[in-house]
């Protein structure tokens, strides 16, 4: 597509409930990365993939949250037992990124419009 | 570990203002620096980057330097426009696990006729 495409673009649950949100990268970009925005605190770090590895899931705030991507292309973010403190705008990006992990391959981030997530 | 440091907000001008919004920063090495905006109801999107330090990123009217010496990458509009209005994160790729970007917690701005 155009560009990053995420879904859905709201989500309500239940606390305990588990929850998918759904990435679609630029065609081509090899980069993804997941990032959390809550009110105040500004664009959090959750896990970066290159192809479908992930060199660095360093964000992830619990053994709650995992993340998977097939294909080289779309990702998944899966939350399971949801809390109210989950409750934040998940943001998806891509950059093109490349095997030579060129610095400039990855300077541009594309970023989506993000998934309001809702925990009652 | 890296991180940013932005001026809270928001920031209220009118138009034809000038603005600035501070930025430092923290990290080894020397990190290349970014600023995204966030206009509303949209993703955000890269407006100026620096990679080296003097550097001086520039679009839309929009400035900011490098200055390794404060750790400081200030954005600089002289003249600001109700179209401005929108959320500025500063940000920041350092050496080290330099594939993701570090983000300060963002700075809204209004700008009113």
């Known amino acids: 597509g155009a560009g990053v495409s995420q879904s859905p673009s709201n989500k309500v649950t239940e606390k305990g409930k588990d929850v998918e949100l759904r990435c679609d990268p630029i065609?081509?970009?090899?980069?993804l990365y997941w990032y959390r925005q809550s009110l105040g605190q500004g664009l959090e770090f959750l896990i970066y993939?290159?192809?479908?590895?992930?060199?660095?899931k360093s964000g992830l705030p619990s053994d709650r949250f995992s993340a998977e991507r097939t294909g080289g292309s779309v990702s998944t973010l899966t939350i399971q037992r949801t809390q109210q403190e989950d409750s934040a705008v998940y943001l998806c990006?891509?950059?093109?990124?490349?095997?030579?992990?060129?610095?400039?391959?990855?300077?541009?981030?594309?970023f989506g419009s993000g998934t309001q997530l809702s925990v009652l | 570990g890296d991180s940013v440091t932005q001026m809270e907000g928001p920031v209220t001008l009118s138009e034809e203002a000038f603005l600035t919004i501070n930025c430092t920063y923290t990290?080894?090495?020397?990190?290349?620096l970014f600023w995204y905006v966030q206009y509303p109801g949209e993703g955000l999107q890269l407006l100026l980057k620096?990679?080296?330090?003097?550097d001086k990123g520039s679009n839309k009217g929009f400035e900011a330097t490098y200055r390794k010496e404060t750790t400081s990458f200030h954005l600089e509009k002289g003249s600001v426009q109700v179209s401005d209005s929108a959320v500025y994160f500063c940000?920041?790729?350092?050496?080290?696990?330099?594939?993701?970007?570090?983000f300060g917690t963002g700075t809204r701005l209004l700008v009113s006729p």
């Open positions: 620096a990679t080296k330090a003097d």
């Open positions: 990290a080894t090495g020397y990190p290349s």
């Open positions: 990006a891509s950059s093109p990124g490349g095997r030579g992990l060129i610095r400039s391959s990855f300077e541009k981030l594309f």
């Open positions: 065609s081509g970009h090899t980069a």
């Open positions: 993939f290159q192809g479908n590895s992930a060199p660095d």
């Open positions: 940000a920041l790729r350092g050496n080290t696990g330099f594939q993701k970007l570090v």
